[in-house]
Protein backbone atom coordinates (compact mmCIF):
# COMPACT_ATOMS: atom_id res chain seq x y z
CA UNK A 1 0.00 0.00 0.00
CA UNK A 2 1.15 3.37 -1.20
CA UNK A 3 1.81 6.21 1.50
CA UNK A 4 -0.78 8.20 -0.53
CA UNK A 5 -3.38 5.53 -0.32
CA UNK A 6 -2.23 4.92 3.51
CA UNK A 7 -3.04 8.34 4.54
CA UNK A 8 -6.13 8.35 2.41
CA UNK A 9 -7.00 5.57 4.54
CA UNK A 10 -6.33 7.36 7.46
CA UNK A 11 -8.01 9.89 6.67
CA UNK A 12 -11.18 7.96 6.24
CA UNK A 13 -10.98 6.39 9.67
CA UNK A 14 -10.61 9.73 11.19
CA UNK A 15 -14.06 10.83 9.97
CA UNK A 16 -16.59 8.44 10.13
CA UNK A 17 -18.33 7.02 12.80
CA UNK A 18 -16.60 4.85 14.95
CA UNK A 19 -19.50 2.09 14.53
CA UNK A 20 -18.90 2.44 10.84
CA UNK A 21 -14.74 2.20 11.26
CA UNK A 22 -15.14 -0.45 13.48
CA UNK A 23 -17.61 -2.41 10.72
CA UNK A 24 -15.13 -1.36 8.38
CA UNK A 25 -12.53 -3.08 10.00
CA UNK A 26 -14.65 -5.97 10.57
CA UNK A 27 -15.36 -5.34 14.53
CA UNK A 28 -19.20 -5.43 15.39
CA UNK A 29 -20.17 -2.66 17.03
CA UNK A 30 -23.68 -2.09 18.69
CA UNK A 31 -23.36 1.82 19.09
CA UNK A 32 -25.17 3.70 16.19
CA UNK A 33 -23.93 6.89 14.50
CA UNK A 34 -26.61 9.33 15.90
CA UNK A 35 -25.97 11.66 18.50
CA UNK A 36 -28.60 13.37 18.94
CA UNK A 37 -31.84 12.64 20.49
CA UNK A 38 -33.92 9.96 19.87
CA UNK A 39 -35.60 9.44 16.55
CA UNK A 40 -38.21 12.70 16.47
CA UNK A 41 -40.31 13.42 13.31
CA UNK A 42 -39.97 17.13 13.16
CA UNK A 43 -41.98 16.99 9.32
CA UNK A 44 -42.67 19.62 7.50
CA UNK A 45 -44.81 20.68 5.09
CA UNK A 46 -46.94 18.68 2.59
CA UNK A 47 -43.71 16.77 1.30
CA UNK A 48 -43.15 14.76 4.80
CA UNK A 49 -43.55 11.39 4.14
CA UNK A 50 -44.25 8.09 5.67
CA UNK A 51 -45.46 9.06 8.63
CA UNK A 52 -48.02 6.66 10.65
CA UNK A 53 -49.68 6.80 13.45
CA UNK A 54 -49.61 9.56 16.16
CA UNK A 55 -47.53 11.67 14.79
CA UNK A 56 -49.37 15.26 14.71
CA UNK A 57 -45.58 17.51 13.73
CA UNK A 58 -47.07 17.68 9.81
CA UNK A 59 -50.24 18.02 10.70
CA UNK A 60 -51.83 14.81 9.89
CA UNK A 61 -51.90 11.49 11.02
CA UNK A 62 -52.80 8.51 9.48
CA UNK A 63 -54.04 5.19 10.65
CA UNK A 64 -54.27 2.39 7.74
CA UNK A 65 -56.35 3.92 5.33
CA UNK A 66 -57.41 7.20 7.45
CA UNK A 67 -55.29 10.20 7.31
CA UNK A 68 -57.24 12.50 9.20
CA UNK A 69 -55.48 16.58 8.48
CA UNK A 70 -55.49 19.60 10.78
CA UNK A 71 -56.91 22.19 8.61
CA UNK A 72 -55.33 24.68 10.90
CA UNK A 73 -52.28 23.39 11.09
CA UNK A 74 -49.59 25.64 8.79
CA UNK A 75 -48.56 22.86 6.53
CA UNK A 76 -52.20 22.93 5.26
CA UNK A 77 -52.75 26.69 4.79
CA UNK A 78 -52.39 26.53 1.32
CA UNK A 79 -56.15 24.90 1.33
CA UNK A 80 -57.58 27.46 2.62
CA UNK A 81 -55.66 30.87 0.93
CA UNK A 82 -55.87 28.69 -2.41
CA UNK A 83 -58.71 26.78 -2.31
CA UNK A 84 -56.45 23.17 -3.37
CA UNK A 85 -53.36 21.73 -2.34
CA UNK A 86 -51.12 19.09 -3.38
CA UNK A 87 -49.91 16.21 -0.69
CA UNK A 88 -47.56 15.53 -2.12
CA UNK A 89 -46.50 13.27 0.85
CA UNK A 90 -49.66 11.28 0.40
CA UNK A 91 -50.07 11.43 -3.01
CA UNK A 92 -53.21 13.01 -2.45
CA UNK A 93 -54.94 16.51 -3.83
CA UNK A 94 -57.60 18.21 -1.39
CA UNK A 95 -59.61 20.78 -2.80
CA UNK A 96 -61.80 22.84 -0.66
CA UNK A 97 -65.22 23.75 -2.33
CA UNK A 98 -66.55 25.78 0.94
CA UNK A 99 -65.86 25.84 4.43
CA UNK A 100 -67.82 23.16 5.34
CA UNK A 101 -67.38 20.88 2.44
CA UNK A 102 -63.93 19.37 1.01
CA UNK A 103 -62.84 16.77 -1.37
CA UNK A 104 -59.70 14.54 -1.89
CA UNK A 105 -58.54 12.70 -5.12
CA UNK A 106 -55.90 10.24 -5.49
CA UNK A 107 -52.94 12.80 -6.57
CA UNK A 108 -51.36 10.12 -9.24
CA UNK A 109 -52.05 11.22 -12.22
CA UNK A 110 -54.84 8.79 -14.35
CA UNK A 111 -52.51 9.41 -17.58
CA UNK A 112 -48.71 8.03 -16.02
CA UNK A 113 -49.01 8.03 -12.19
CA UNK A 114 -47.21 11.65 -11.79
CA UNK A 115 -48.38 12.74 -8.36
CA UNK A 116 -46.27 16.64 -8.29
CA UNK A 117 -47.02 18.12 -11.49
CA UNK A 118 -50.48 19.63 -10.21
CA UNK A 119 -52.23 23.15 -10.73
CA UNK A 120 -55.60 23.57 -10.56
CA UNK A 121 -57.96 25.71 -12.70
CA UNK A 122 -60.75 27.35 -11.05
CA UNK A 123 -62.48 29.01 -14.18
CA UNK A 124 -63.15 25.40 -15.14
CA UNK A 125 -62.73 23.41 -12.19
CA UNK A 126 -60.42 21.25 -13.63
CA UNK A 127 -56.87 19.98 -12.38
CA UNK A 128 -53.92 19.67 -14.52
CA UNK A 129 -50.97 17.76 -14.68
CA UNK A 130 -47.92 19.34 -15.96
CA UNK A 131 -46.35 16.21 -16.73
CA UNK A 132 -47.71 15.95 -19.75
CA UNK A 133 -50.73 18.65 -19.84
CA UNK A 134 -53.39 16.54 -19.61
CA UNK A 135 -56.48 18.34 -17.14
CA UNK A 136 -59.05 16.34 -15.01
CA UNK A 137 -62.51 17.24 -13.95
CA UNK A 138 -63.08 17.00 -10.33
CA UNK A 139 -66.41 15.20 -10.36
CA UNK A 140 -65.13 11.63 -9.83
CA UNK A 141 -67.00 10.23 -12.87
CA UNK A 142 -65.63 12.13 -16.14
CA UNK A 143 -62.70 10.33 -17.79
CA UNK A 144 -59.88 12.42 -18.65
CA UNK A 145 -56.50 10.74 -20.79
CA UNK A 146 -55.93 7.99 -18.91
CA UNK A 147 -58.81 7.67 -16.60
CA UNK A 148 -61.32 9.31 -14.10
CA UNK A 149 -58.82 11.44 -10.79
CA UNK A 150 -60.09 8.87 -8.18
CA UNK A 151 -62.25 10.77 -5.52
CA UNK A 152 -61.69 9.32 -1.89
CA UNK A 153 -64.23 10.09 0.87
CA UNK A 154 -63.91 12.76 2.85
CA UNK A 155 -65.67 13.56 6.49
CA UNK A 156 -65.31 17.10 8.03
CA UNK A 157 -64.80 17.28 11.85
CA UNK A 158 -64.89 20.52 12.99
CA UNK A 159 -61.37 21.25 12.16
CA UNK A 160 -60.33 18.01 11.37
CA UNK A 161 -60.77 16.50 7.65
CA UNK A 162 -60.65 12.80 7.64
CA UNK A 163 -59.86 10.83 3.89
CA UNK A 164 -60.17 7.27 3.91
CA UNK A 165 -57.91 6.14 1.02
S1 LIG B 1 -48.55 11.77 -16.05
FE1 LIG B 1 -49.97 13.37 -15.78
S2 LIG B 1 -50.39 14.06 -17.78
FE2 LIG B 1 -49.03 12.40 -18.06
Not at 56 to 61: N, P
Not at 115 to 125: D, F, G, Q
Request: aromatic share 8%.
Amino acid sequence: MSEKEKNKRREFLNHVCPAVAMAFLGVPAIQSCSSGDDDTDTGSGNNNGGNTGGNTDAGYTKSGNTITIDLNHSNFSNLQSQGWIQFTAEKMLILKLSSSSYKAFDGRCPHQGVHTAWSYNTSNNRFTCGQHGNSYDTDCVTPGNGGVLTCYNTTLNGSSLVVTT
